[in-house]
């Protein structure tokens, strides 16, 4: 299938990083064994280890199979940087860019390498490295593999709204993608609501929406779930905030996501406790 969002689309990878892993068995450990007699003191020694060489070496004619397997390692190391930048500030994200690169110059066709590795990238700090240019060079290229899949155009709209707050560049990159066969018609509502209304949280939830009703892929749904929830959440402080400043607020209720809002000081504010912490930047 051509989307992200398509029902057999993970499982099919998932399944061919299974096959890697039980029908090249040996192929994996001679992996491992490399990595664990290299020391990788740097991000610049882990990036020559991931260069198009060494994988060339490695790969012979299973490209697609080891790029499952490269994914995988991607999705890793992404979750385990963000979990560590939680609670020590300066963790560097400087291999994910080379493992999704890799990644899909190892299988050029890998949707979700492309679509998902540009959410990662453009996640600010600490949700991830804050490299909106880099999720734009992840699209691009996807396009120039793919050049009539409006997805990535849509992508990029999206990246340049939410993470560079550019709203000329994004109604033009959601206008050229709803020129393409197939795409939906909001893709041009949406390139023209960025030139008209910008940066206003009701964009970010129509975008937010469109995404979670047009998603059938768990993973992608959840992830929409999320910012709607909280995008109401911040909605939410701004009537409590107002209550209290008012002398009105008589208790402090449960976010959207079950935790309790807090006050620090004067502010009402996102429990940290809670699975939506922190709140997105409003553009």
Not at 51 to 79: E, N
Not at 128 to 153: D, S
Request: glycine share 6%; with cysteine.
């Amino acid at each position: 299938s051509s989307d992200v969002c398509s029902s057999d689309l993970w499982p099919r990878h998932v399944a061919r990083a299974t096959v890697i892993v039980l029908v090249l068995g040996g192929l994996s450990v001679w992996l491992q064994a490399a990595r664990d007699s290299t020391p990788l003191p740097t991000s610049a020694a882990e990036e020559l280890y991931l260069s198009r060489r060494a994988a060339s070496r490695l790969v012979f004619t299973h490209r697609s199979l080891v790029a499952d397997l490269y994914w995988i390692r991607a999705v890793q190391y992404f979750g385990g940087r963000t979990q560590l930048a939680e609670t020590q500030p300066g963790v560097s994200f400087d291999l994910l860019y080379p493992l999704l690169d890799l990644t899909t110059t190892l299988d050029p066709k890998f949707n979700i390498a492309y679509r998902f590795g540009a959410v990662f990238l453009s996640e600010s700090y600490p949700n991830g490295p804050g490299q909106p240019e880099r999720a734009i060079a992840l699209l691009e290229k996807g396009l120039a593999e793919a050049p009539v899949k409006w997805q990535y155009w849509h992508d990029i709209g999206f990246v340049h709204y939410w993470a560079k707050h550019d709203y000329r560049n994004a109604s033009e990159a959601f206008r050229r993608g709803s020129e393409l066969p197939g795409a939906p018609w909001w893709m041009r509502s949406l390139a023209a609501t960025m030139l008209l209304r910008g940066g206003d949280r009701s964009t970010s939830r129509l975008l937010w929406r469109q995404l979670y009703e047009t998603a059938n892929n768990e993973y992608a749904r959840q992830a929409a779930l999320t910012k709607l929830m909280q995008l109401q959440a911040i909605d939410e402080i701004d009537r409590l905030q107002s209550a209290f400043d008012r002398g009105a607020l008589s208790a402090l209720p449960l976010d959207p996501a079950g935790a309790p809002y807090r006050v620090v000081g004067s502010r009402v504010e996102l429990s940290p406790a809670s699975r939506l912490y922190p709140l997105p930047v409003e553009p």
